[in-house]
């Protein structure tokens, strides 16, 4: 019998507490991914949200599982942000790899033993993932010979497999992708020097190369052909999650203002007694529990048709939401806001990176664009003004 949602939020909110809330500023001075605390995340559930239960997993409805980043954003959004992409390749493994695959990695990817991340975008293309370098030959015993590289690839050279997608023919266009499943002691797979990230050190983010690298195809994920259609999906999943890990950190934002203001003597009184303070903390109680309905919203529309288009509508408006909060908070801090133990200023830049990750709140706009373009065929034709000569 599948866990319920409730145990799981109750488990992912003690984990906030106790393991990361405590520690994440330790984390990013050692600059090293605490493997300590995803093996205590793994052991309260959270490495196999989606993945079904005969393989280990906790069998979650998508619309269920992501609320649990917003529990964990509460801590640190990066965290929350890896341990999603996680759970993503997992799903993937597990609902779509071969019978081999599942039976090797499966259960290791569900309990946390193994960690994975996902490898879709490159140097030179950025968000224009069709622009894709990377090519697979599939040689005469079945195996793949990759070569190619990756960018922004999270938990480099720290997961223990990278699901990624790659080209197997000359030809334009996204017809010919595939997703394979990297292992990470494939000879020829490496990383190039880690991305200086300030405020998530912890959070190992790197290119990642691949010179002759030889898989198995018991590894495809995805075949020829599907490649780009399930990584837009998983897309759409990541853009979900760092809505809700968003929600998180605009709560942390918000009660850190809250905690510091009721107290903060002022004008014979408190800041929390002026009007001026409750307006600016007031927009952000209203954005959050905005961006809560529409994240959960979105979640539960994933796998329709709707799914695309409501996983960009979070995602360019939460993270959005995000950045306004944590400057709000900040500014009602004064100049104590800029202080590093009251950790607004990590939420600032938190916010930035998760407005940015699989793909940028202008890149949503695009898909909302689009969409309304295909709406607006469907309407009658209003009269335009003529201009002058105009017959």
Avoid at 92 to 104: D, H, I, N, S, V
Avoid at 225 to 253: N, W
Avoid at 277 to 282: R, T, V
Wanted: aromatic share 8%; hydrophobic share 40%.
């Amino acid at each position: 019998m599948a866990v319920k949602i409730e145990t799981l939020l109750d488990a992912a909110r003690k984990h906030t507490d106790d393991v990361i809330k405590p520690n994440v500023d330790a984390w990013n001075e050692a600059g090293i991914w605490p493997r300590d605390a995803s093996d205590k995340a793994a052991a309260l559930g959270l490495t196999g949200l989606y993945a079904p239960e005969e393989w280990g997993g906790q069998g979650q409805p998508l619309g269920d599982g992501i609320r649990v980043y917003e529990e964990l954003g509460k801590g640190d959004g990066a965290y929350a942000f890896a341990l999603s992409m996680h759970n993503i390749c997992t799903f993937a493994g597990c609902g779509f790899g071969t019978e081999a695959f599942k039976k090797k990695w499966a259960r290791d990817l569900t309990s946390g033993r193994k960690l994975a991340n996902f490898a879709l975008t490159e140097p030179q293309s950025g968000s224009d993932a069709g622009n894709m370098y990377s090519r697979a030959v599939i040689n005469d015993d079945g195996t793949w010979t990759i070569n190619g590289a990756k960018a922004w690839v999270s938990l480099a050279g720290e997961a223990d497999i990278y699901f990624t997608v790659v080209k197997t023919s000359d030809k334009p266009g996204h017809k010919d992708m595939a997703m394979i499943a990297i292992p990470a002691d494939a000879e020829g797979l490496s990383f190039g020097p880690r991305y200086e990230t300030p405020s998530y050190e912890f959070l190992p983010l790197s290119e990642m190369y691949m010179k002759d690298v030889v898989v198995s195809e018991d590894n495809i994920i995805l075949p020829v052909g599907q490649g780009l259609q399930g990584s837009l999906m998983a897309i759409d999943i990541a853009r979900v999650s760092i809505a809700s890990g968003c929600c998180g950190l605009m709560e942390a934002a918000l009660d850190t203002a809250l905690a510091y203001s009721k107290n903060r003597k002022m004008f014979k009184g408190v800041n929390l007694d002026l009007d001026g303070i409750q307006w600016m903390l007031g927009d952000v109680a209203t954005d959050l529990e905005a961006s809560r309905l529409l994240y959960r919203a979105a979640a539960n529309a994933l796998g329709t048709d709707e799914g695309p288009l409501m996983a960009a509508h979070a995602k360019r408006f939460v993270p959005d939401a995000a950045v306004k909060a944590a400057n709000t908070c900040t500014q009602v801090l004064g100049g104590m806001g800029l202080l590093k133990p009251y950790g607004l200023d990590r939420l600032s830049r938190l916010s930035q990176m998760l407005r940015i990750v699989d793909g940028t709140t202008e890149i949503s706009r695009v898909v909302i664009g689009r969409s309304l373009q295909k709406r607006a065929e469907t309407l009658p034709d209003l009269p335009i003004p003529k201009g002058f000569g105009e017959s």
